[in-house]
Nanobody
């Protein structure tokens, strides 16, 4: 069993930055594929970024060059650095841990980009 707790969301102006954190307990993150997803009002949940157990990463086209996913295995924490934020990045951001048949989600953190 894995418990995921996100933090770092908030209100930011367009062009600003935020860093989201996802702290895990109950198991080591190093074996999991870790991902950040987001869901805007009236829209389906979508993948934002993902990092594999070996450190390989992939990003949604809409965030490439602006967002960076990373992890600290020693702290059992995954991060999402979000730069040059746009109003369309406004959503609830969720952390996900996936390994074989196991799939865990955090409770989500709200990110609002508005002037």
């Amino acid at each position: 069993q894995v418990q995921l707790v996100e933090s770092g969301g908030g209100l930011v102006q367009p062009g600003g930055s935020l860093r989201l954190s996802c702290a895990a307990s109950g198991s080591l993150l190093s074996r999991y594929i870790m991902g950040w997803y987001r869901q805007a009002p009236g829209k389906q949940r979508e993948l934002v970024a993902r990092i594999g157990s070996g450190g390989s990463t992939n990003y949604a086209d809409s965030v490439k060059g602006r967002f960076t996913i990373s992890k600290d295995n020693a702290k059992n924490t995954v991060y999402l650095q979000m730069d040059r934020l746009k109003p369309e990045d406004t959503a609830v951001y969720y952390c996900n841990a996936h390994w074989g048949p196991f799939d865990y989600w955090g409770q989500g953190t709200q990110v609002t980009v508005s002037s």
